[in-house]
């Protein structure tokens, strides 16, 4: 009976994002990988990752080859260890964040 | 009507000169553990609207709140007059406490309702809030709207039960459960001791559930 929101909030994009970050198991992850786990456009996409740096949530780290890749920080793997916890208390009362 | 207030207000304040200070001391007890656990699990939907900003959190952390609030006023009532001065108080002032206690446990439960009810409510919420209503205006004591109302909301727990099939949904659910056992248990025992007694376990239980809901949630 209980039914979803229709579309993703803000947050629950934010969240999509270092969750993509996250699997990348520390090596870091590009701009597409980002775009495709988080299934987002790219005007979205950089407006949020710009958000999440200046959150301190993610940072930059440059490859050898002069690539760019972002990885999660503590704050970061705090943030989404919390909004676990945040979504299993607001499920269990059937309430979707 | 109003005949039917003050028989149901004096049978109240009957049951509550008839319950020995030992079984009234552990009643105690079980509220004020009842009343903290309740502020816990208000403080981590607080956290968690904090974060997500979604009302509905909100509401459920005032409804937490406002249920340990109806606890602790129970408490200190029941201190001062049954405990610290042992000569139960005046009629009047035992049943301004009962109604006090029972009318603010009420708004804490319409907070549960408005706080979990389903997504769909949205397209049909005029028919459904009109339900609420309707023991208001058959019977306007706070007791059986309680029950009503609990009735409600253990359903809609049970319906987001059946779709998420989680432990924590579990818990949400066997605790409105067990309030809403104490409440009946309140209402129909033939003896008032037994169904005092069985009305404090019942709600303990009841927010000890909430609060294992929580604590299981948290670990990550």
Redesign the interface.
Known sequence: ?????AYR?K?RILVDMLRAIQNAEGEGVGPTKILYGANLSYDRLMQYIDELLEKGLISVKKNKDGSQVYILTDKGREFL??????E?????????? | MKLYCERSSTKRVDRMQDIPISLIRLDLLFESVAGLISLLVSR??S??YR????Y??SD?STGFLVLSASMFCRVIGTLYFFVILNNGGSERVILIVSIMYSAIKTMAYLLFLV??R???MHRASAPAIALVALPILLDPVFDIISTFILVIITL??L??L???R?E??L??FLGFLSLLISHLSQLFATMPLRGYFITQVFQLIGVMLFLL??YR??R?
């Open positions: 009976m209980r039914s979803k929101k909030s947050l260890r919390e909004f676990i916890k945040v299993r208390f607001s499920r269990a009362f059937g309430i979707e964040v | 981590r939907a956290i968690a974060i997500t900003h979604e509905r959190l459920l706080a979990t389903p997504y769909l809609q727990t319906l987001n059946a779709s998420s989680s924590y949904s818990y949400v809901m929580v949630a948290g990550v």
